[in-house]
């Protein structure tokens, strides 16, 4: 069991407790965060510091088959960012794509202690548990692909939606993963083998007779009755393509009231005319969400530099590998989902990664709601998550992305509102973009805030003018009560745990399951679902249906 | 005076050495340079434990020994000058930026992989993967020499983008695979599938040679701009046949599964 602690002096800020930049103590004991604890707790004077609850993202690429297969791909982007070991910590590798453990240590030195993992196919759910077990510091979750699983679009095309419901909850279940997982629904079966195709429109029926849309809303009603704590992780279709905002709005409508989180909304928010050039649309989308509290998104920003296209979207992938003409991976996961990996590189000068950049910063700079409107880069498909400081930097510091704005392509900058936008973020406001507010989205209810009961994963930060500075090097970083970094060393080290849920399903489902299995999976029914035996410390969150 | 090594203890297991270069030798005593860390296997040991030091560093280096178990002499130096009296093991020269390198012996595999600048010359035979690119990079050497007066194995100039590789002897399969740019010279005989997936750049062979059939034969000329580098290659001690000199050179282009813009000038004789 983790000391008792007790932080004074710091300027905390936890917006889900209406706390913005009081000086006030944090008390903890147990891996939780407590009203008092005895005098004789571990003091941590942070007099100059500021306090927030520990980072969470709500997307990115970590663990997994897909991951793994960039790393291959990509031994040049290792062999230049090599990350030692400490006394505390193993060694590994960096670069756009790091290894398991400098993925949890890297994620730690930014001061962010939860990450969920945004896209994995059921059948690559183990290898995903086993890379997590090795990723340290960091809680971490993933989200199963569902939307083109064959065996759930054909139980949709014969309308048996009972057995839908129960089919996801069984799904879920199999792989102990936290939410539903949507890739440009509809679009990749076509893609991988039949015509090479793709589909364009929201209501293009494709040859299994089904729309996205009506995938996407059979996933809403699912998730939603089922009570999931994240509801559908939704990546549009149409994605990069000029003039999808209008799928994207299409998506959002198709949702009613009910709730989903729009992945990565930056590469889904572009006007103009399809084949040429895209314009900003960040306002209309931006206005949308701001107006639909049911919904929630992440910005997917993109920061100029290197980059790793990570995508279950397997058509757009390769229209990426037609631009960069380099070397990339193509895989087709059985029934489930399709996969693309295209090293990548944004570039100041050109016109279509100047407006992605503007776009991103758009959505955040218009949104009036920052509690839905998540800080991501889609890491590392925008850029790494190590780019977050600077991205932080520029939302609260305008000279800062006014001198940025100077460096980009002026064409893209005319095309866009960016540079008659003078807001500037303030330090609660970040701790709502990239804490309270994904804890929230997500159904954390144990996350992103310092409130009695909360899991103690805090970060401390020295006050600094220059905020790139401030939040690439906490001083502090406590994990459920451990002190992981203190005074900016790794002092010990730790595993984290797993975040995962487990809805109720009926048994009988797995006997309509199975033969579709033994008919067209390469592997037998029984050795794929994940038995408990790859669960290393887990939590699992309540859903609406489970037993209290 | 130039400081000396001399390899007193042959190794178990290769050395890794990048510590024996003119950029971290520089102003450090000899009790310093005696200190410095190679990796004997994974245990760090001191210099010492294998060279013996003398002399004063005045800008070169000059080693003594079998030094074909020691890896990474010379890797990213920027200047001054490193003989080696035998032969040398892998990665000699990696991404040098500058300086001269000089191997009376003959040098291993991964001969100034990624290098920017500078020249290595070979007096014997070189391995595998002269003047490459790491595996994984798309970018090879990007400037600078490599005369080896033997033979070199396979993949030379693999990804290269700019300087110039000449063999005096043969060279083995795959010669200027995926080249980007740059030009190879080979005086001896070229193995198979010679510039593979080339974009662009030159590869130059006094012999015939069975090319791939994404190579076409455009003409025969003379071009002007060989005479220069025989010239220059004879004035470094290479054999260079005078007929080389008037000789017309077939030019096929290729690769066709790439850009087509590269270029391999075969001699056809007077
Ligand atoms: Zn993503």
């Known amino acids: 069991m983790s000391a008792a602690m007790r932080i004074v002096n710091g300027k905390v800020y936890d917006p889900a407790n209406n706390i913005d930049g009081e000086i006030k103590d944090i008390c903890i004991k147990d891996g939780k965060i407590v009203d008092s604890v005895d005098d004789d707790a571990i003091v941590i004077n942070a007099q100059g510091m500021v306090i927030m609850p520990g980072g969470v993202d709500i997307h990115c690429h970590i663990a997994g088959p897909k991951v793994n297969a960039a790393r ?264 489930e989902s399709g996969c693309g990996i295209v090293p990548f590189q944004y570039q100041e000068h050109v016109y279509m990664h100047t407006l992605q950049w503007a776009i991103g910063l758009e959505i955040f700079l218009l949104s009036k709601d920052p509690w839905r409107v998540i800080l991501s880069t889609d890491h590392p498909n925008g850029g790494s998550f190590m780019n977050y400081p600077k991205l932080i930097k520029l939302l609260m510091d305008k000279s800062f992305r006014h001198e940025e704005m100077k460096r980009v392509n002026q064409k893209a900058l005319a095309n866009c509102s960016l540079r008659d936008l003078e807001r500037e973020f303030t330090l609660n406001e970040i701790a709502i973009i990239t804490r309270a507010g994904p804890a929230r989205a997500l159904g954390l209810s144990n996350k992103g805030h310092l409130g009695n009961g909360a899991d103690a994963d805090i970060t401390i930060y020295d006050e600094m003018e220059d905020k790139e500075m401030m939040f690439n090097a906490p001083r502090y970083v406590i994990k459920s009560g451990h002190a992981i970094i203190d005074n900016h060393e790794f002092k010990t080290d730790f595993i984290g745990k797993l975040l995962h849920i487990s809805p109720e399903y009926d048994k009988k489902i797995e006997e309509v399951v199975q033969p579709f299995f033994e008919s067209y999976y390469s592997i037998e029914f029984s050795n794929y679902a994940v038995d408990d035996s790859y669960l290393h410390d887990h939590e699992i969150i309540q859903t609406g249906n489970a037993k209290a | 005076m130039a400081l000396k090594l001399n390899l007193h203890t042959q190794p178990d297991v290769p050395l890794e050495a990048d510590c024996i270069s003119p950029d971290k030798m520089q102003s450090l005593s000899k009790h310093e340079i005696e200190q410095l860390i190679i990796f004997h296997g994974n245990r760090q040991v001191p210099l010492k434990d294998f060279f013996e030091c003398s002399g004063e560093f005045d800008g070169e280096i000059n080693i003594d020994g079998d030094l074909s178990r020691i890896k990474h002499i010379g890797a990213a130096m920027s200047f001054g000058k490193i003989t080696i009296s035998g032969s040398v093991g892998i990665h000699t020269g990696a991404a040098m930026t500058g300086g001269e390198i000089i191997v009376e012996g003959d040098a291993s595999d991964w001969l100034g992989p990624e290098m920017y600048g500078g020249k290595i010359t070979v007096k014997g035979n070189a391995g595998h993967m002269v003047g490459s690119g790491y595996r994984g990079s798309t970018i090879g050497m990007q400037g600078g020499e490599i005369i080896v007066h033997g033979n070199v194995k396979n993949e030379t100039g693999h990804v290269m983008r700019r300087g110039l590789i000449v063999v005096g002897g043969n060279s083995g399969d795959f010669t200027g695979v995926n080249m980007v740019a740059g030009t190879i010279i080979v005086l001896g005989e070229m193995g198979i599938r010679t510039g593979a997936g080339m974009k662009r750049g030159s590869i130059v062979c006094q012999t015939k040679s069975e090319l791939l059939p994404t190579f076409t034969h455009s003409c025969d000329y003379q071009p002007l701009f060989l005479q220069h580098y025989f010239k220059y290659l004879k004035s470094i001690g290479l054999a260079i046949n005078d007929s080389l000199f008037n000789g017309s050179f077939e030019r096929w282009c290729g690769d066709s599964v790439e850009l087509n813009r590269g270029e391999i000038l075969l001699y056809a004789g007077k």
Not at chain 1, 132 to 141: A, L, S, Y
Not at chain 1, 291 to 297: Q, S
């Open chain 1, 72 to 335: 291959k791909l990509q031994p040049e982007d290792h062999r230049h960012d090599v990350h030692p070991g400490t006394p505390f910590t193993r060694s590994g590798t960096g670069g756009t794509v790091p290894s398991t453990f400098a993925t949890g240590y890297r994620y730690a030195t930014l001061g962010y202690t939860t990450a969920m993992e945004a896209a994995v196919t059921p059948i690559g759910a183990r290898h995903t548990l086993e890379e997590f077990h090795d990723t340290p510091v960091i809680d971490k979750g993933f989200y199963v692909l569902l939307g083109e699983n064959i065996f759930l679009q054909n139980l949709l095309r014969e309308k048996r939606m009972e057995e839908f419901d129960q089919a996801v909850a069984w799904w879920v279940n199999a792989t102990k993963a936290y939410t539903v997982k949507l890739v440009n629904p509809g679009g990749d079966e076509p893609w991988k083998g039949k015509k090479n195709s793709n589909v364009s429109d929201i209501d293009e029926k494709t040859d299994e007779g089904l729309s996205p849309r009506e995938i996407i809303e059979a996933f809403i009603v699912s998730v939603n009755k089922q009570g999931f704590p994240h509801p559908p992780h939704i990546h549009c279709n149409n994605l990069g393509h000029s003039g999808n905002y209008k799928t994207t709005l299409e998506t959002m409508k198709t949702a009613g009231d009910m709730r989903a989180h729009i992945a990565h909304i930056q590469f889904h928010s572009y006007g103009g005319e399809l084949g040429k050039n895209p314009v900003s649309k960040a306002a209309e989308i931006v206005e949308y969400v701001d107006n639909h509290p049911n919904i929630t998104c992440d910005v997917g920003q993109v920061m100029f530099g290197k980059s790793t296209i990570m995508t279950a979207d397997a058509p757009l992938a390769y229209v990426l590998k037609g631009h960069t003409k380099g070397k990339w991976v193509n895989a087709d996961t059985e029934c």
